[in-house]
């Protein structure tokens, strides 16, 4: 084991993109993105000291708690392997022993189904919180619609979409939507139709800068917007992320006029070609609420999702090491508390 320096980098890189585990979150790249925490890398270690596991943490100052350490779908290694996990472990606890931190938290690209990892990672020591149903619970969504890529062709994946998924798509075209590449530039009219996209379903915007930040670190590698126009005006944007042999969608936008114009179809369906046309093997379509029923106010975003003919997929949720348990305790329950206050004061404000 060791803990990731300068002469590494390189040799990280090209380790993580090349994995079949690989995430855009424990890159370098979003490391800098998420500047507002440090980050730390821990790496295990083959016979002839070659990378064959690692995870990427970000380690952050909480008020009054102390350093949290957190992991963004992090470790990337055999996932089966006990001893590549428990040298993850061991740095892991050092760099915990080096901030003094009061636990250590990540949230893995595991089902949740998989009881061979669940009883590995019990073994080492970890502990299991799985009960979120709703995806603003965790920091990464639970619960996700993921398209299978590998080996297939555009019309294979065309043919296997919703039939009202496809008349959605040919009525953009037919309609006139245009979709073009954005440019950093073009961030500031993502950013307006996404505050929009905000107040209209409830949830919270980051700043223009943070697109800024991102478009800086990733793009034009791992990062592209993608917006669509009616009549040479903005109407929906989307921002993908390309990382190793997989993308996501990670964040998406839509004006409160020409929604009837279905932009959003058009959006997804150009970036899924894309993915195919760069020999991807999955799209994630990330986060959706893990309460089916058509009287949630997410279920719209649910049933967009499924349209596309993805697979609705459960991750294991929040995989920790509580080093002063009664702590984590008090801080789980001050965060929950906030966040219902927050949400109480944006429906008060909305009225």
């Known amino acids: 084991m060791r803990i990731l320096e300068e002469k590494d980098k390189e040799l990280y890189t090209a380790f993580l993109e090349k994995h079949d585990r690989c995430n855009f979150q424990q890159s370098l790249e979003w490391g800098k993105v998420k500047d507002a925490?440090?980050?730390?890398?821990v790496l295990a270690e083959g016979k002839d000291s070659e990378i064959i596991g690692s995870v990427s943490i970000l380690v952050r100052k909480i008020p009054i708690f102390g350093y949290l350490m957190y992991?963004?779908?992090?470790?990337?290694?055999?996932?089966?392997?006990?001893?590549?996990?428990?040298?993850?472990?061991?740095?892991?606890?050092?760099?915990?022993?080096?901030?003094?931190?009061?636990?250590?938290?990540?949230?893995?690209?595991?089902?949740?189904?998989?009881?061979?990892?669940?009883?590995i990672i019990k073994k080492i020591g970890y502990k299991i919180k799985d009960d979120a149903k709703d995806f603003r619970e965790e920091i990464q969504p639970r619960y996700v619609f993921r398209l299978d890529l590998k080996g297939k062709t555009e019309d294979q994946v065309f043919a296997d979409l919703h039939q009202k998924t496809r008349y959605n798509i040919r009525l953009a075209t037919k309609k006139g939507v245009e979709v073009r590449e954005g440019t950093r530039e073009d961030l500031k009219d993502f950013h307006k139709i996404m505050v929009t996209t905000g107040q209209r379903d409830n949830f919270i915007i980051r700043p223009l800068s943070y697109f800024e930040k991102m478009y800086d670190n990733l793009a034009p590698k791992h990062m592209k917007l993608l917006m669509a126009y009616y009549e040479d005006k903005p109407i929906a944007g989307i921002i993908p992320i390309m990382y190793g042999n997989k993308t996501w969608y990670l964040y998406g936008a839509s004006s409160n006029e020409h929604r009837n114009l279905m932009p959003n179809y058009l959006l997804q369906w150009t970036m899924i070609k894309e993915a195919i046309q760069n020999g991807c093997d999955m799209y994630d379509f990330r986060g959706v609420s893990g309460v089916v029923d058509e009287n949630h106010?997410?279920?719209?975003?649910?049933?967009?999702?499924?349209?596309?003919?993805?697979?609705?997929t459960e991750f294991i949720g929040e995989v920790y090491l509580?080093?002063?348990?009664?702590?984590?305790?008090?801080?789980k329950f001050s965060e929950k508390t906030f966040r219902k206050l927050r949400g109480l004061k944006r429906k008060i404000l909305k009225q």
């Open 37 to 41: 925490w440090k980050n730390e890398i």
């Open 322 to 331: 509580d080093f002063r348990p009664l702590w984590y305790k008090i801080y």
């Open 297 to 312: 106010p997410q279920y719209g975003l649910y049933r967009f999702k499924k349209g596309f003919g993805a697979e609705f």
């Open 71 to 119: 992991s963004s779908r992090g470790p990337v290694c055999d996932i089966y392997n006990e001893e590549v996990l428990s040298q993850l472990t061991e740095g892991i606890k050092e760099i915990a022993k080096k901030y003094k931190a009061f636990v250590f938290k990540m949230e893995p690209d595991i089902k949740s189904s998989d009881e061979e990892f669940r009883k």
